[in-house]
């Protein structure tokens, strides 16, 4: 396990070694961007509307006491999307779909040898493969992160005002009650973090992918174990660094 | 030219090439032989750069290609042309794109300028009208021609064929063998092929290798490999029927 770790350092090392034109990078980042971003926006979309749906009725469901107002519900949404829904369990996502698409396209180049066609050139393949991953993964993960805040409040209102479990002006007002910014902010740091997790993790396992079809499909379950397990625990660290 | 020296290379406990020398030269089908498994595709790619050897040194027109500076292995990499056994086209960029891709990354070339050089190449090795099919969309015939066009769309001074005519049948292999065989020549290059397809040693085989168990057994040209009075590669090439049979006459 230290030796991968040892690897995996020495990969991103590479990354910023004999690298190729702005330009080329430039249209690349482009590309992964519209992959990612465009791509993944319709699944984060929905599954944020629907946990912001869960997440409100069930927290209803809880709030037995007679005591305690109604916008305390969308209150308890808002904390929990921002906090941990939408940065963390949608990374969780990200992880499956975008994260396992980078290992399986990288393992399939190495494996068909398009990687070492880039080396015979003089390319740096990392760089000029695994980069502008990277960075279009930094880009557009905490845009989707967003989306996924903004669709999960409006799944909520949504669920709360159809079923009648919260009045329009309750929702509204548990949402902006008390409200600090700097858990937007923390989401925000957490979601760039993330998505450097997942994008270079599953890049690594993908690039060292050797042998054939089997080995794709198991670079591509390791990738999505490997970055879960990361973003589970850079969660934690983040929290404690930042909140703590 | 490309000259090695002692090349040695081991995997785990497994030695794939002990102590292996040898010259290939400028302007013809340089071909490294040997049976499946017994280290000469190990070899092109210690040449190339792509496996490091443990020991041992390669030379392009004298440069110490493992002892030279960054710059100066990338310098060299840009001389080099290579075509895989599968081709390696990106399957994610049409026929023209993959001709034009090395044009497009490591030159600064007016875009008409690449594009007329890679409607040559295309044009040279016998594609026409295929600019914008995809590799999935074309035949393993047509994608060792693009694969060789990529691979001369640059200029180089190095070209590198590992089994070039794997998958393919008899007469499209004749066909490819003649075309880098031509291509070597025309544009001065030092060629490298690595195959076990005696069809390409007896037609292409200007200068041979032969690589037993990882070790350079023989070194010669077509016209002298049948009486080489090295067994090993008497077993190597006889064991096709139809050199056998003209192993008497």
């Not at chain 1, 990354?15 to 791509?39: A, D, H, P």
């Not at chain 1, 980078?102 to 398009?114: A, D, H, P, V, Y």
């Not at chain 2, 490309?2 to 071909?31: C, T, W, Y």
């Not at chain 2, 075509?83 to 794109?97: I, R, T, Y």
Request: glycine share 8%; charged share 20%; net charge negative.
């Amino acid at each position: 396990m230290i030796r991968e770790i040892g690897k995996y350092f020495i990969f991103l090392g590479h990354l910023f070694t004999n690298r190729e034109s702005f330009k080329t990078y430039y249209k690349l980042v482009l590309e992964e961007s519209i992959t990612i971003g465009i791509g993944s926006v319709l699944l984060v979309a929905l599954v944020s509307t629907f946990m912001g749906a869960v997440t409100t009725v069930q927290t209803a469901a809880n709030m037995v006491s007679a005591l305690i107002p109604d916008y305390v519900i969308s209150q308890v949404v808002r904390e929990m999307t921002i906090l941990e829904l939408a940065p963390t369990i949608i990374a969780v996502i990200y992880a499956g779909k975008v994260g396992s698409s980078m290992s399986g396209q990288l393992g399939t180049m190495k494996i068909t040898e398009q990687v070492d066609a880039l080396e015979v050139m003089g390319i740096n393949s990392i760089s000029y493969l695994v980069l502008p991953k990277i960075i279009a993964s930094m880009l557009m993960y905490p845009m989707l992160v967003i989306i996924a805040g903004v669709c999960a409040l409006m799944g909520g209102y949504l669920a709360g005002t159809i079923a009648d479990i919260i009045t329009p002006n309750d929702y509204v007002y548990g949402i902006r009650f008390s409200f600090n910014d700097f858990f937007v902010t923390f989401a925000l740091i957490k979601s760039v973090v993330f998505a450097f997790l997942v994008a270079s993790i599953s890049s690594f396992k993908g690039y060292y992918t050797h042998g054939g079809a089997l080995e794709v499909g198991v670079s591509s379950t390791q990738a999505v174990t490997n970055s879960v397990i990361a973003v589970l625990v850079a969660d934690y660290l983040l929290a404690q660094l930042l909140l703590g | 030219m490309i000259k090695f020296e002692h090349i040695s290379k081991s995997f785990a406990d497994r030695q794939v090439l002990n102590d292996v020398s040898g010259v290939l030269e400028k302007g013809k089908p340089n071909l490294i032989i040997g049976a499946s498994g017994t280290g000469k595709s190990v070899l092109l790619k210690c040449l190339v750069g792509l496996v490091r050897p443990d020991s041992g040194h390669v030379y392009y027109d004298d440069r110490d290609f493992y002892n030279a500076d960054r710059d100066q292995v990338i310098e060299i990499r840009r001389e080099i042309g290579m075509l895989f056994q599968g081709g390696a086209l990106f399957d994610s960029k049409n026929v023209e794109q993959n001709v034009r891709f090395p044009l497009d990354i490591l030159t600064k070339m007016p875009y008409d300028e690449k594009q007329d050089r890679v409607n040559f190449c295309l044009k040279r090795v016998g594609l026409e009208n295929v600019n914008k099919k995809m590799p999935s969309e074309i035949s393993g015939g047509m994608k060792k021609r693009v694969g060789i066009a990529r691979a001369i769309v640059n200029n180089p001074k190095y070209l590198y064929c590992d089994e070039p005519n794997s998958g393919l049948d008899p007469q499209t292999s004749i066909v490819i063998d003649e075309l880098i065989d031509e291509l070597s020549e025309e544009f001065d290059m030092t060629t490298v092929i690595v195959t076990h397809d005696m069809n390409s040693v007896m037609g292409i085989g200007e200068k041979i290798l032969f690589i037993y168990k990882g070790k350079k057994l023989w070194e010669g040209t077509k016209n002298d490999i049948t009486h080489s009075g090295v067994k090993e590669l008497d077993d190597f090439v006889f064991a096709n029927k139809v050199m056998n049979s003209l192993r008497g006459k």
